[in-house]
């Protein structure tokens, strides 16, 4: 949790110091002229509330902004006019929009100001604040984003931290009051997801800053109510992206300090927020990196003090120990792994994920039955992750069922709003298991269960699917980058750098093709930070009837030479037999619905 500090005594403080700072320097938001002051006395200056402070290279942030040089969201550095007319739009990108209109990088010159003394910062942060209040009327906005749910949410927060550190004015009180009005109005607040939460944050800070006690009111009673429908009581957000969960962890934290710095009671459903950690650590790969399920880019997991989520985002230099290889989580989850560090390189260990539960929702994809797998250092078969928030025909692909490691059904249109059943779910000794029922296919009974060998590392994947009349069932297996792979019988190996992966099919034998790239109609790409995608190849298996099965052995390997065979292969209505060798380690495994067998022979 961040440190709180006393509200009312901390903001009195604040402001009564930033009366002498302001006047010092000159900081009124009159129009921009340019820099003009030198750095002062950093002795007195305001510290900044946690949720008003920002992170990074903050001096060389905000003298970017002093020369009219932004860098917003995730797309490349851009010179605006000094004085906008908040109609830019320069990448033609509604998430730059969005967070242009937000005006968080205010917060950068205030923390710059904060740290320096210097009042060019704080001049300029100012300006911008009042200029865009000026330029942007409710009834008569310079865009489409000026009044943006979200942005507006955000852009009371920078207000209400602005009114914490330099004297009220008439345009300030003007623009609080304003914001507090638009995030009160029931038909303005969207009720659900993280906007939402963000919209009652405002409120509350406006309300208390303020001193509107039915502001406070709504707010925390909208807060109340969102922690309790967004975050399950395995502390799993409902927003279905690993990227969410994170940022949904954060944003419930800020709540809770600032319904307690308001002076409100904070319920006991909040200790839903302390489990999240969890579900994040379970999320994290080997490699240390966030699993793409969902909205999410591939970056370097949070190290949350004192929970699974530190012990594996460092690697297990810290944190506490897991004594579980796998786990469920009923909001649609399983997570598994060979170990945590024991035997082997802890970036080394192989882990594989599936999806399940409810449809595609928020920032969710259309990814029940969706299998993701990673081992010895690199991502095998990858996740879908965020490409952008704009429509677009890479938005519906990454967002579409073509582009997750599943079974598609040509001619019938997938529901993405259908739940896909666990059916069940075994851990032995020796396996890792779980069946799930994916109904997205009106017409279609389609069955998957995963294997997961504890000694061998391998997975067994049985796809049983049926139709009503002939379909063309595509079993898709999305590579890596640069993972080079090769086509020999039912053999699907790759040579690239790092971990490779074995893909054996063993009932009977589905056409195997490889697609890289394709533009029409999109396939065999796969994006790992906003708005940039990777040609990669995604291997194609298909069948053509009323039947089809697909009994798929993914071996994750070290190396291209690591000898892999799978042979003795029996197959029922229900289950099957096969022995499969991976390396040096020789095993039968015998599945039968839901009980299974593994017996080492080596």
């Known amino acids: 949790m961040a440190v709180r500090l006393g509200g009312s005594l901390a903001r009195a403080t604040a402001v009564a110091i930033a009366w002498l700072l302001v006047a010092a320097v000159g900081s009124s938001g009159a129009a921009w002229t340019g820099p003009t002051d030198s750095p002062r006395s950093t002795a007195w200056l305001p ?113 209400a931290c602005t009114a914490e550190i330099v004297p009220m004015s008439t345009w300030l009180h003007s623009g609080l009051l304003l914001h507090g009005w638009v995030l009160a109005d029931p038909h303005f607040y969207v009720w659900h997801g993280n906007h939402a ?65 308001c002076g409100r009671r904070v319920s006991a459903e ?29 970056v370097h997991a949070a190290d949350i003090p004192g929970t699974l989520a530190e012990y594996a985002a460092t690697g297990g230099s ?27 390189p802890f970036a080394d260990e192989t882990a594989f994920t599936v999806r399940y539960g409810r449809g595609r929702a928020y920032h969710g994809h259309p990814d029940g039955g969706s ?40 001619g019938v249109p997938y529901r993405a709003s259908v739940t896909t059943r666990l059916l069940f779910r075994r851990e032995t000794l020796d396996a890792l298991g779980l069946g799930v029922q994916v109904r997205g296919y009106p017409g279609v009974r389609d069955i998957r269960s995963v294997v ?28 890596g980058p640069g993972s080079r792979p ?52 995604t291997v194609v298996s298909r069948r053509t009837g009323r039947v089809a099965r697909f009994l798929t052995l993914i071996v994750p390997v070290p190396d291209a030479t690591t000898p892999v065979h799978a042979g003795s292969v029996r197959r029922w209505a229900n289950g099957y037999s096969v022995v499969v060798t991976a390396g040096t380690v020789t095993e039968r495994v015998v599945v039968d619905g839901s009980s299974i067998t593994i017996t080492p022979l080596t």
């Open 452 to 479: 997961f060998s504890r000694r061998g590392g391998y997975l067994l994947v049985d796809d049983r699917l049926s139709a009503a009349g002939s379909r063309t069932f595509s079993q898709l297996w999305h590579l």
């Open 371 to 410: 299998l993701t797998v990673y081992g010895y250092g690199s991502r095998l078969i990858v996740g879908t992750g965020t490409y952008s928030y704009n429509p677009g025909p890479y938005r519906a692909y990454f967002i579409g069922r073509s582009a997750q490691n599943v079974v598609t059904v040509g």
């Open 318 to 344: 810290s944190g506490p120990k897991p004594t579980r290889m796998f786990a469920t989580f009923a909001a649609g989850y399983a997570f598994g792994r060979s170990g945590w560090g024991e035997t082997r």
């Open 486 to 537: 090769t086509v020999v019988a039912r053999t699907v190996r790759t040579h690239g750098p790092g971990g490779e992966v074995a893909i054996i099919q063993l009932a009977d034998r589905p056409s195997i093709s490889i697609v890289t790239g394709r533009t029409h109609p999109i396939q065999g790409w796969r994006t790992f930070q906003y708005n940039q995608r990777v040609a990669s190849p």
């Open 197 to 261: 939460l963000n919209q009652a944050i405002a409120l509350l800070d406006i309300g208390c800053f303020l001193g509107r006690p039915g502001w406070t009111a709504l707010a925390s009673a909208r807060i109340e109510t969102l922690v309790t429908e967004s975050i399950d009581s395995q502390g799993v957000s409902n927003e279905q992206a690993i990227s969410y969960d994170l940022y949904d962890y954060e944003r419930f934290q800020i709540a809770e300090d600032r319904l307690l710095d």
């Open 47 to 159: 510290v900044l509330r946690p949720d008003c402070d920002v992170s990074g290279n903050v001096i060389a942030t905000a003298d970017q902004l002093l020369n009219n040089r932004y860098t917003i969201g995730q797309q490349r550095t851009v010179r605006l006019p000094a004085d906008p007319t908040w109609r830019e739009d320069p990448f033609h990108d509604d998430n730059w929009l969005f967070n242009y209109h937000s005006l968080r990088f205010v917060l950068t010159l205030e923390a710059a100001w904060a740290r320096t003394g210097d009042g060019r910062y704080l001049d300029r942060g100012l300006f911008l604040l009042r200029d865009w209040l000026h330029d942007n009327p409710r009834r008569a906005p310079r865009s489409p984003f000026s009044w943006n749910d979200h942005a507006t949410a955000l852009r009371a927060m920078v207000l």
């Open 270 to 298: 909040f200790a839903r927020v302390d489990r999240m950690p969890d579900f994040l650590g379970w999320a994290t790969l080997p490699n240390g990196e966030y699993e793409l399920i969902g909205d999410t880019r591939a």
